[in-house]
């Protein structure tokens, strides 16, 4: 009886390695989300299925393995990992000198090994504010905040968590099936074939490196944010600090260059009316040469009325 079966197996084998190429490719994508699970099902009957006759020896040599896997299943879970948060801080300062809030912000982001990410600084006749966004490390983020709270008066504070903790653990999942479906199509390459299954699982590579990349660039995304706090900052001239900005002798300078530009302008002005007559030259000469010749109509009839009286 073992020997008619050993004589049985061989076709088998032989119809499976004959297979389509897309059954094959089918499981290599299956061996990246559940590879682990299916070879644990498999090696277990292998056992029974090659002993001819199981004795109660080797029925309790087994029972150790299942005892083991048991209390595997029962070990106590592995810890949760730390929460990953993307921290955005937003604040409002008014201060009486907004070059030097922004010189001292510049100075503490830098001492907290930071950067600035933008500025935008804008001025009126009657106010200014200034607009800065920085990033520092999150281990940084409580000493920087601290420190530009002191800059000026605090007219408002918040602050915004995101908890990616989630998103990082699935990308890492997805990361690892992907890793592993690729080395499983690099290792089909390796074995000879036809020229059309050689492009088709080439191709299954391709769109595999890509979703690879895809994951790898949103993983680096969110462990930079996570890394790295930011910082919203608006600083607010007071009015005080707006005084201060306009001394007498600015605001004569300021009169001063109003006025020279009001005398541009009208100068500009007359010049453009002087364009303009220049251009109607031609009528205004045909305007006065008909005004001319009524006057000598008009003094040569007089004439002759007076010589014939």
Not at 26 to 47: D, E, I, Q, R, Y
Not at 120 to 149: C, G, H, K, M, Y
Not at 265 to 292: D, R, S
Request: aromatic content about 4%; glycine content about 6%.
């Amino acid at each position: 009886m073992a020997r008619s079966l050993v004589l049985v197996n061989p076709p088998q084998v032989t119809r499976n390695s004959r297979s389509p190429l897309w059954a094959l490719l089918l499981g290599v994508a299956l061996t990246g989300c559940g590879g682990g699970s299916m070879a644990n099902k498999a090696a277990a009957p292998m056992p029974e299925a090659m002993a001819p006759a199981a004795g109660g020896q080797e029925r309790q040599a087994l029972a150790p393995n299942d005892s083991d896997l048991a209390a595997n299943a029962q070990s106590p879970p592995s810890p949760i990992a730390q929460p990953q948060l993307i921290k955005t801080v937003t604040l409002a300062l008014k201060a009486d000198s907004v070059t030097k809030a922004l010189e001292a912000t510049q100075a503490i982001v830098k001492e907290n090994q930071g950067d600035v990410i933008s500025l935008n600084d804008r001025r009126t006749d009657t106010s200014r504010i200034a607009e800065l966004q920085f990033r520092v490390p999150a281990n940084q983020l409580d000493r920087a905040v601290a420190a530009v709270t002191q800059l000026g008066y605090l007219q408002n504070r918040a602050m915004q968590a995101e908890d990616v903790t989630d998103q990082l653990v699935d990308a890492d999942a997805r990361l690892r099936n992907l890793r592993r479906t690729e080395d499983s199509l690099l290792a089909l390459l390796q074995k000879s074939g036809s020229v059309r299954d050689i492009l088709a699982v080439n191709q299954q590579v391709s769109q595999t490196r890509q979703q690879i990349e895809q994951i790898e660039a949103q993983l680096k995304n969110l462990r930079t944010r996570v890394a790295y706090s930011t910082v919203n900052l608006t600083i607010e001239q007071s009015v005080a600090g707006l005084a201060d900005a306009n001394p007498i002798t600015a605001q004569l300078a300021e009169t001063w260059g109003k006025a020279t530009q009001s005398v541009g302008q009208v100068t500009i002005g007359l010049l453009q009316v002087t364009l303009w007559l220049l251009a109607y030259t031609p009528y205004w000469l045909l305007f006065g040469l008909g005004i001319w010749a009524m006057r000598r109509w008009a003094l040569r009839r007089a004439q002759n009325q007076s010589t014939n009286h």
